[in-house]
């Protein structure tokens, strides 16, 4: 079992930046065996959606709408989001994702997620 713990959520004005921390614990094979983490969030009404990820071997991937004010960064078993200029349409619950190999299926972990705020 893999647990993360997000951080990093807050208040903050349009224009803004804001600095998201997770970090996964758990047992030592499970940790190792993680093979990307992201971020995802979910506004009031809307599904939940992919904000950036990134592999073990450091291959980011990000939505179209945060390319440019967002960077997605790894550190063994930590990963941050650096979110700049941010918008109004930013607000939302963001959730840290660990994944890894199961047997015949892809595992994800999930974070409690942490609220980002962006006030006009």
């Known amino acids: 079992q893999v647990q993360l713990m997000e951080s990093g959520g807050g208040l903050v004005q349009a224009g803004g930046s804001l600095r998201l921390s997770c970090a996964a614990s758990g047992s030592i094979f499970s940790i190792n065996a993680i093979n990307a983490m992201g971020w995802y969030r979910q506004a009031p009404g809307n599904q939940r959606e992919l904000v950036a990820t990134?592999?073990?071997?450091?291959i980011t991937n990000y939505a179209d709408s945060v390319k440019g004010r967002f960077t997605i960064s790894r550190d063994n078993a930590k990963v941050y989001l650096q979110m700049n200029s941010l918008k109004p349409e930013d607000t939302a619950v963001y959730y840290c994702?660990?994944?890894?190999?199961?047997?015949?299926?892809?595992?994800?972990?999930w974070g409690q997620g942490t609220q980002v705020t962006v006030s006009s």
């Open positions: 990134i592999t073990s071997g450091g």
């Open positions: 994702n660990a994944r890894r190999p199961g047997l015949a299926r892809w595992i994800d972990y």
